[in-house]
Nanobody, 124 residues
Framework: VQLVESGGGLVQAGGSLRLSCAAS????????MGWFRQAPGKQREFVVA????????YYADSVKGRFTISRDNAKNTLYLQMNSLKPEDTAVYYC??????????????????WGQGTQVTVTS
């Protein structure tokens, strides 16, 4: 399984970015997906997860109302729309997938496959 993130960059506070995660190597539509982030000196933290169908989503409180996760199973791609960005959103963002179909873990311990990450920097 390969996960490749893209779309990170430098943006001012209040701005927006959309991250993408291209998946390959297995049937994308059978598996939940998640986004995590890791700021310098901090542990990797959960941001949001989405079920295989897209019908269920779970957000960290810190991003509720600002970030939106979605997926296009026909394109094997996961997205993260980030609006109203804040300097504290600065981090490397990773997409991740569990190794069990149909399971939607809300903790990083449930995720087995990880992308290489994409840097998001929000300036004040």
């Amino acid at each position: 399984v390969q996960l490749v993130e893209s779309g990170g960059g430098l943006v001012q506070a209040g701005g927006s970015l959309r991250l993408s995660c291209a998946a390959s190597g297995r049937t994308f539509s059978r598996y939940a997906m998640g986004w995590f982030r890791q700021a310098p000196g901090k542990q990797r933290e959960f941001v949001v997860a989405i079920s295989w169908s897209g019908g269920s989503t779970y957000y960290a409180d810190s991003v509720k109302g600002r970030f939106t996760i979605s997926r296009d199973n026909a394109k094997n791609t996961l997205y993260l729309q980030m609006n109203s960005l804040k300097p504290e959103d600065t981090a490397v963002y990773y997409c991740a997938a569990p190794n069990m179909a149909g399971w939607l873990p809300a903790d990083k311990s449930g995720y087995y496959y990880w992308g290489q990450g994409t840097q998001v920097t929000v300036t004040s």
